[in-house]
């Protein structure tokens, strides 16, 4: 198990940076892919972004897939 507090911070500074275009989208998608284990809510919502990005890995990307990518990671730290 790893600790909620290190993916709180972690999925924070992805997510801002992704959102200032600071970050591509290939280095997100590998980030979220890579995540490990953790307990419930939390877990559910790594899964739920693992496995978007894992099917959602086309390019380029459209706005609208920006967004939902920005929103699944928000979802991690939000929870």
């Known amino acids: 198990m790893n600790s909620i507090s ?3 911070a972690s999925a924070t500074t992805v997510h ?3 959102r200032a275009g600071r970050m591509e989208r290939e280095t997100v998608r590998e980030w979220a892919t890579r995540l ?4 419930a809510p939390h877990g ?3 899964r739920e972004a693992a496995e978007w990005f894992r099917v959602n890995n ?3 990307v459209s ?3 920006r ?3 920005l929103d699944r990671l928000a979802a991690i730290f939000s929870t």
């Open 44 to 46: 559910d919502r790594v």
């Open 67 to 69: 967004r939902a990518d």
């Open 36 to 39: 490990g284990a953790y307990p």
């Open 63 to 65: 706005d609208d897939m």
């Open 16 to 18: 801002d940076r992704y």
């Open 58 to 60: 086309i390019e380029p």
């Open 6 to 8: 290190d993916l709180v």
